[in-house]
Each structure stands twice: as structure tokens, then as C-alpha cells.
């Protein structure tokens, strides 16, 4: 039987600790925080009175990944989202709503139709999309196409600037084809948004905390790696402060933020630039026609979560707004959550939760700096959105990025 430890129990580190356990390994897996799931976390606001996510963080049909882990661990709460692909948009600045309705199968017939494609479009505004297909290493997304028009303004930049977290057109142009490939390429049953109800914890932490712990693999929760000694090509031990714990055939998962990863073993390459993230929720139930998903143009809101007990704000590449006085951005939020959905109600209570290092930038510098899941240390392996996944900073790319790591663990362990 195989054994390893994971140093992290975020989305990475908890697939790369179910993987290993399916393959017949014995895993010890240790977490600095008091709680399990990274940036995938949920807890009980007090200032609201509800459970709430971190962050609204969005999946997607085509996730494989995602389907994979949810289906081993037993995550048997379904995940919301509506039947068909259809995005909805409005501008706040002119007052235009509109509803992107993305066909089910693979052929986008959507774009001959002037009721589904952005209004004021042509079919040749489509057209050059295609190059954002193309694999294009090194490159940004606007150098590919033009960032500009009304397939740019109304479709393409605010839904690449919440998958990419980084201004569109200064973002990867291969990561995008990698997302494009995978989503809007595959059709609209590939592309159908879903949302974790109630929350992310029963959607994807409690049922993988239970699986484990039944496996008997229990995660130690405020156990913080301080050091990890080398010997040559291999890893000795491990610091955690108060315990000095010996490597002998351990394979070891590093599945923490990158900084973390960074200051552990600094010569290992990572990225070192990272856009924010702000999120708002508020304790008022939505209106009942009110889209689950609602994009905003002419806001500072970009992204608006319908849920049954609050609303709630997503601003992506948030950096501009990060600093800004919380109350003064909840009142900007709320004033603009009314003129979206149509009504006029007193600010209720509140929370703006803000992650200044939510994901690294995914631009094509930054892109090169992500390291494999193999260290120079055969016994050494990483795993995290940030790592060589070929995706940007998702929850799919998490996900996998612990598949990869366990998937080389097994295999050195098998010979």
C-alpha cells in the first residue's frame, strides 16, 4: 500500500487525497485553517444571519472534473442552474436588457438567429471568434481579435473577465481557447451554468470531508507546514512546528496558495502577480422572475446571484474597487441590484467580503510562470489552480490539478 501526505485541504488537495484513497493509498492530510476548502468556503455570517459562500464561485455542465469528484464522494445535492444555456444581460447605463440563448447542441445555429445573439450583431461579428480557438502560447487575447464591438462589449468581455479574473483583452489567449474548447465548443449543455445551493460546502467540502473521514482519512484542521527539508533529490521531512515528521516513502501532495508554496521551497517557479476578487451579499430574498445569473453593463456590479435568502454581487478583477470603504460599496451595490431587478427597498443587512489575492493574473506572462505538478524532488508534487492545468484559476482546474498530482504519486508508486 502506498502512503502520502497532502498539505492543504482546498479543492486540490481534497481531490488529490480521494484519488489516492481510491487507488488504495494511506493519506494523511493536514490544513493550516480551521476549516477545510480554501477559497471554496462557507460559514455563518453573523452581521447577516445566513450561511454564505466566500464567493459565488461558478461551474459549469461540461466540468468533467467537477463531475467526477462529486459523483465519488457521494455530493448528492444537485447543483442549480437553469435548462438551457441562456445568459441574461442588462445595461444600466441605456436602460437595454437582453438574453443570450445558447443552442443545446455542438453547431451554433444561435448566431443566425437575432433573438438569441447580442443585439446589434451581424453574423460576421462572429467570425473571427474562431481564432480564439486556436492555441496560441504567449499570446493575449487582444492580439487575437479585436476588443471592440458589440460581440466584445455585450458578451465576450464580461463573461471572459469573470473566467479569467484578469482584464480580457491583456488575458491568456490560451487559456481562453482552453475554456472555449471545453464550454461554448462543445455546445450549450456543455455551457450551462451551475451554481452551488445551498452552499459550496454541502456542494463540494461536507460530502468530501464525510467520505474521507469514512475512509479513514480524517483532515487535521490548524496544522501549519512551517518547513519541508531536502536531502538531495528528495524530501526528508516535514516541519509543523511543534513536530518534526520524517519522509521516508511518503509521497508529498503541496497543495496550498502559491505564495505558501513559494516561501516553503523557493526555488520552485510561481506566479506572483494576483487580481482580487469582491463579493457582496445581501439578506433580502430576490424577486421571483429575477434571473439566477444576471450580467451588468454600466455598474460596478458585474455579476448578480439570485439565491432563495439573499442576493449576491460578484466583481472580478476587482483591484480598482478593493480599497473603496465597504459600506460605501454595499450602497453602491444595493442601489444598483434595484434599478436591475425593478424595485425600490431600504438597504438591508450586509456583507462585502473581499480576497486581495483571489487568483493569479492569467495573463500569458503569469501563465508561464505556473509549474508542473512534478518537482525536481520525485517525492515532491503540487497541485493547485495555479499549477500547469491548462485552464485558468477555476474550480475544474483545482480539481484537477490534485488529479494530476495523485495520478503521478500512484504512478511512482507502481513503478
Not at 140 to 164: F, H, N
Request: charged residues 20%; aromatic residues 6%; proline residues 7%.
Amino acid at each position: 500500500m502506498g502512503k502520502a501526505i497532502v498539505v492543504g485541504a482546498g479543492l486540490a488537495g481534497l481531490s488529490a487525497a480521494v484519488r489516492l484513497i481510491e487507488a488504495g493509498f494511506k493519506v494523511e492530510i493536514a490544513e493550516a485553517a480551521a476549516q477545510a476548502g480554501g477559497r471554496c468556503r462557507s460559514y455563518h455570517d453573523a452581521q447577516l444571519g445566513l450561511i454564505i459562500d466566500n464567493g459565488n464561485h461558478l461551474v459549469l455542465e461540461g466540468n468533467r472534473a467537477v463531475a467526477r469528484f462529486r459523483r465519488t464522494v457521494g455530493a448528492n445535492t444537485p447543483l442549480a442552474g437553469p435548462d438551457h444555456a441562456d445568459f441574461a444581460f442588462a445595461d444600466l447605463a441605456t436602460g437595454a436588457r437582453w438574453t443570450i440563448g445558447i443552442n443545446d447542441g455542438p453547431l451554433p445555429w444561435w448566431v443566425l438567429s437575432t433573438a438569441r445573439r447580442v443585439p446589434g450583431s451581424h453574423l460576421g461579428d462572429y467570425l473571427p471568434l474562431a481564432k480564439l480557438l486556436a492555441m496560441a502560447p504567449g499570446q493575449t487575447v487582444g492580439q487575437r481579435i479585436r476588443a471592440a464591438g458589440p460581440v466584445w462589449d455585450k458578451l465576450l468581455e464580461p463573461v471572459l473577465l469573470a473566467v479569467l479574473n484578469t482584464p480580457p483583452a491583456e488575458g491568456s489567449a490560451a487559456l481562453t481557447a482552453a475554456v472555449l474548447r471545453e464550454t461554448l465548443l462543445r455546445g450549450g449543455k456543455a455551457t450551462l451554468p451551475r451554481i452551488a445551493e445551498p452552499t459550496l460546502a454541502a456542494a463540494f467540502i461536507e460530502p468530501a470531508l464525510a467520505w474521507l473521514a469514512e475512509h479513514g482519512s480524517p483532515v487535521a484542521l490548524g496544522k501549519r507546514l512551517r518547513g519541508v527539508e531536502t536531502d538531495g533529490n528528495r524530501v526528508t521531512a516535514l516541519d509543523w512546528g511543534d513536530t518534526r515528521q520524517d519522509v521516508t516513502d511518503e509521497a508529498v501532495i503541496l497543495a496550498v496558495p502559491p505564495w505558501i508554496a513559494k516561501g516553503l521551497l523557493p526555488e520552485i517557479s510561481t506566479p506572483d502577480a494576483f487580481n482580487s476578487i469582491v463579493n457582496a451579499h445581501f439578506a433580502f430574498p430576490p424577486p421571483a422572475e429575477a434571473p439566477p445569473m444576471l450580467a451588468l453593463l454600466g455598474a460596478k456590479a458585474q455579476w448578480l446571484f439570485a439565491f432563495p435568502d439573499r442576493i449576491s454581487v460578484t466583481v472580478s478583477a476587482a483591484d480598482d474597487i478593493v480599497g473603496l470603504d465597504r459600506e460605501e460599496l454595499a450602497r453602491t451595490f444595493w442601489d444598483e441590484i434595484q434599478r436591475a431587478y425593478g424595485f425600490t427597498a431600504s438597504l438591508p443587512a450586509w456583507q462585502i467580503v473581499k480576497e486581495k489575492r483571489a487568483t493569479f493574473a492569467a495573463t500569458p506572462e503569469q501563465d508561464a510562470k505556473r509549474p508542473p505538478a512534478q518537482t525536481r524532488w520525485p517525492n515532491l508534487l503540487l497541485a493547485g489552480d495555479w499549477t500547469q492545468t491548462g485552464l485558468p484559476a477555476t474550480i475544474e482546474g483545482a480539481l484537477r490539478s490534485g488529479e494530476k498530482a495523485a495520478g503521478l504519486a500512484i504512478a511512482a508508486q507502481r513503478g
